[in-house]
């Protein structure tokens, strides 16, 4: 019994970016060649994954470059005088493979990209896109949310179809990891959103926000066999993966302070002055200065641009619990005390 599995394109590149994941990736290889599972991927899908291949390998390049030049200023810092040229040689031999080489994630998707091109991908149809329009003009999700989701919108639509020609010998499943999107709002992120949840309540249709139990649910002696274990060792991170999520942490706890700022210039409760009227002694919390608020709004700008608008807010109660513990955690394995969260 083959079920069809369409797979939105955060998951492929999530898939593609962490070497650890090439387990499952060889996991779904097997299942799709035995039949076990059709994949079914939408043209928007494939351009989207086409678009991010790039991004994704350089990514991954400036990260493990990054990583080096650490490890080469602590070899100049503490390293053994008499090894120190050799160690660096080495590591110089290493940068320069990656810059021309790239790493395995380029691996990693092209395995991908050969399982998504293994048949034709699924047009957006006219009809698709009416529906899509539609969609939108209820604010049905994933419009129910204020930005654009016309990628997302086509993915349902296509689901829908597929949910309408499912039955037991052929049965049909959707994993996504954009749970803003597509899961419930305030509650269990991995049931689907009320809007959508229709969709699941057919034992022919599943929901799943990850790749590992869904595969786990098919197959579970497949992840075995591709040392499925190996994602869940507790090697430990690489410090530039903990780098790179401390300053996403640190720019989402900084933006959001920023717009609690801004409520309050807009609300009057705090102004903004010129030199001449800035006081600074005593301080005084109800003023900012001109020149200071300026440069605020600059960043701001610029964390939108380099961060995404998506990735900044608005949090519930507890997603913005979980941005500050998560800071926290990072800041105290680099270093700092417990609770540090300046920014």
Same mark, same amino acid.
């Given at each position: 019994?083959?079920?069809?599995?369409?797979?939105?394109t955060c998951v492929w590149l999530d898939l593609a970016k962490d070497y650890r994941e090439r387990p499952v990736i060889s996991a779904l290889?097997? @299942? &799709?060649?035995?039949?076990?599972?059709?994949?079914?991927?939408?043209?928007?899908? $494939?351009?989207? =994954?086409?678009?991010?291949?790039?991004?994704?390998?350089?990514?991954?390049? *400036?990260?493990?470059?990054?990583?080096?030049?650490?490890?080469?200023?602590?070899?100049?810092?503490?390293?053994?005088?008499?090894?120190?040229?050799? &160690? $660096?040689?080495?590591?110089?031999?290493?940068?320069?493979?990656?810059?021309?080489?790239?790493?395995?994630?380029?691996?990693?998707?092209?395995?991908?990209?050969? $399982? #998504?091109?293994?048949?034709?991908?699924?047009?957006?149809?006219?009809?698709?896109?009416? *529906?899509?329009?539609?969609?939108?003009?209820?604010?049905?999700?994933?419009?129910?949310?204020?930005?654009?989701?016309?990628?997302?919108?086509? @993915?349902?639509?296509?689901?829908?179809? #597929?949910?309408?020609? !499912?039955?037991?010998?052929? /049965?049909?499943?959707?994993?996504?990891?954009?749970?803003?999107? =597509?899961?419930?709002?305030?509650?269990?992120?991995?049931?689907?959103?009320?809007?959508?949840?229709?969709? =699941?309540?057919? /034992?022919?249709?599943?929901?799943?926000?990850?790749?590992?139990?869904? @595969?786990?649910?098919?197959?579970?002696?497949?992840?075995?066999?591709?040392? =499925?274990?190996?994602?869940?060792?507790?090697? !430990?991170? %690489?410090?530039?993966?903990?780098?790179?999520?401390?300053?996403?942490?640190?720019?989402?706890?900084?933006?959001?302070?920023?717009?609690?700022? *801004?409520?309050?210039?807009?609300?009057?409760?705090?102004?903004? &002055?010129?030199?001449?009227?800035?006081?600074?002694?005593?301080?005084?919390?109800?003023?900012? $200065?001109?020149?200071?608020?300026?440069?605020?709004? !600059?960043?701001?700008?610029?964390?939108?641009?380099?961060?995404?608008?998506?990735?900044?807010?608005?949090?519930?109660?507890?997603?913005?619990?979980?941005?500050?513990?998560?800071?926290? !955690?990072? %800041?105290?394995?680099?270093?700092?005390?417990?609770?540090? #969260?300046?920014?």
């Amino acid at each position: 019994m083959a079920i069809r599995l369409l797979v939105d394109t955060c998951v492929w590149l999530d898939l593609a970016k962490d070497y650890r994941e090439r387990p499952v990736i060889s996991a779904l290889e097997d @299942l &799709v060649e035995s039949g076990e599972i059709e994949l079914i991927v939408p043209q928007q899908v $494939l351009d989207e =994954f086409d678009r991010n291949k790039t991004r994704i390998i350089d990514d991954a390049r *400036r990260g493990l470059q990054s990583h080096f030049r650490l490890v080469r200023q602590a070899v100049n810092q503490f390293g053994d005088d008499e090894r120190k040229a050799e &160690v $660096l040689a080495g590591l110089n031999e290493v940068d320069h493979q990656i810059a021309v080489e790239g790493d395995a994630v380029g691996g990693s998707i092209e395995r991908i990209d050969k $399982l #998504l091109r293994r048949r034709p991908a699924l047009a957006t149809t006219d009809a698709i896109k009416q *529906r899509v329009t539609d969609r939108a003009l209820a604010s049905l999700a994933p419009y129910h949310r204020p930005k654009n989701s016309v990628g997302d919108a086509i @993915l349902v639509e296509i689901y829908i179809d #597929l949910v309408s020609n !499912a039955t037991d010998d052929e /049965p049909c499943a959707f994993i996504t990891h954009n749970t803003k999107d =597509f899961s419930e709002t305030h509650g269990d992120l991995r049931r689907p959103h009320q809007d959508l949840a229709y969709l =699941f309540e057919v /034992p022919q249709s599943s929901y799943r926000t990850s790749m590992v139990e869904f @595969l786990k649910e098919r197959n579970p002696d497949v992840l075995g066999e591709h040392d =499925f274990e190996f994602n869940y060792s507790q090697e !430990a991170r %690489r410090l530039a993966e903990i780098l790179d999520n401390e300053n996403l942490l640190f720019r989402q706890v900084w933006y959001n302070r920023h717009w609690n700022l *801004r409520s309050r210039i807009e609300d009057g409760s705090v102004k903004v &002055v010129p030199e001449a009227e800035y006081s600074r002694g005593p301080y005084r919390s109800d003023q900012i $200065l001109d020149s200071i608020w300026a440069g605020a709004l !600059a960043a701001a700008k610029r964390t939108e641009d380099e961060v995404g608008i998506d990735k900044l807010g608005p949090w519930t109660d507890f997603e913005w619990g979980m941005i500050n513990g998560k800071l926290s !955690a990072l %800041r105290w394995v680099l270093g700092d005390e417990w609770d540090m #969260l300046d920014t």
